[in-house]
Nanobody
């Protein structure tokens, strides 16, 4: 079992930045692949970025590539998402997720553990 708690969301103007955190507990953090997803009202939950167990491999959705950085600190059981140059269309609830295994899946159904989400709102 892995327990995940997100923090760092808030209201920001377009062009601004936010740093989201995901604190993990339970299973050994370095044994799980991690990801950030987001869900806007009326839309499907979509992948933002995913990171390998060691942090050496990452994958980004095209919609955020170049504006977002995913990272993890295995010593402190925490994952991060740095959001820059934010746009109103980035407004969503952002979720962290974890899965066993090594592959970086984009499909949300491949992830076993989820946090409760943190709201990010970008005003124009």
């Amino acid at each position: 079992q892995v327990q995940l708690v997100e923090s760092g969301g808030g209201l920001v103007q377009a062009g601004g930045s936010l740093r989201l955190s995901c604190a993990a507990s339970g299973r050994t953090f370095s044994s799980v692949t991690m990801a950030w997803f987001r869900q806007a009202p009326g839309k499907e939950r979509e992948l933002v970025a995913t990171i390998s167990r060691s942090g050496g491999m990452t994958y980004y959705a095209d919609s955020v590539k170049g504006r977002v950085t995913i990272s993890r600190d295995n010593a402190n059981n925490t994952m991060y998402l740095q959001l820059n140059s934010l746009k109103p269309e980035d407004t969503a609830v952002y979720y962290c997720a974890a899965r066993s295994g090594t592959f970086l899946y984009t499909n949300k159904d491949r992830y076993d553990y989820w946090g409760q989400g943190t709201q990010v709102t970008v005003s124009s």
